[in-house]
């Protein structure tokens, strides 16, 4: 049975592409040369997809009727909605970027990162708060778009799309946010003043 084989090569550490036995890439399951051929197949499959949709007059990324590229509810899923709010300067995300780099198999890596591993929790409260505050600006300006005197003369189908779509980026937000309250746990409680502190 193909799944039992799939996974007896998956436990083993080697190639789970048929008859393959080489060593699978870092964070993958195929071999570097059977990994690139997949991803090769991925690329073509949504591009194909997404010009079958253009040319049905659909968005590129999913099945609504839209007269451009991408539908309003999949500007504000990929952020790239109009900014209509001041970014804050609280926003963290630029110097994490600036940080970032791609490593050869596809993994991400952060400078300053000595060894490949579990990231201090301080990095990671950081990345995470910093991804929270980006949702929820995009979450903002999302809405702000799908509001908008423009938007009003969308279908309400659409409209309601895109809300629905600035919304979901506050649930987003909220696992980021979670995922820090878990990892600080610890220190849960009431916050206590020492007696300097009192009046």
Known sequence: MATAVYLEKKLAGICTYHRCAKPPSDGAQLCPRHLAKQR?????????LRARRRHAGQCAFCPAKSKTYRCM?????????????????????????????????????????????????????????????????RAKDGLAAARSP?????????????????????????RFLDDVGERNSRLNGPVRIPASGRR
């Open 40 to 48: 090769k197949r991925d690329a073509t499959y949504k591009a194909k």
């Open 73 to 137: 509810a999949c500007l504000i899923k990929a952020g790239l909605g109009p900014t209509k709010s001041v970014q804050s300067s609280v926003d963290k995300s630029a110097r994490i970027a600036a940080r970032t780099v791609m490593h050869g198999d596809g993994r991400t890596r952060y400078h300053g990162q000595a060894r490949r591993g579990q990231q201090s929790r301080a990095q990671l409260d950081e990345q995470d708060l910093a991804d929270a505050i980006a949702r929820l600006q």
């Open 150 to 174: 423009e938007a009003q003369l969308l279908p309400r189908i659409q409209r309601e799309d895109a809300e629905r779509a600035a919304l979901a980026q506050l649930e987003l937000a909220g």
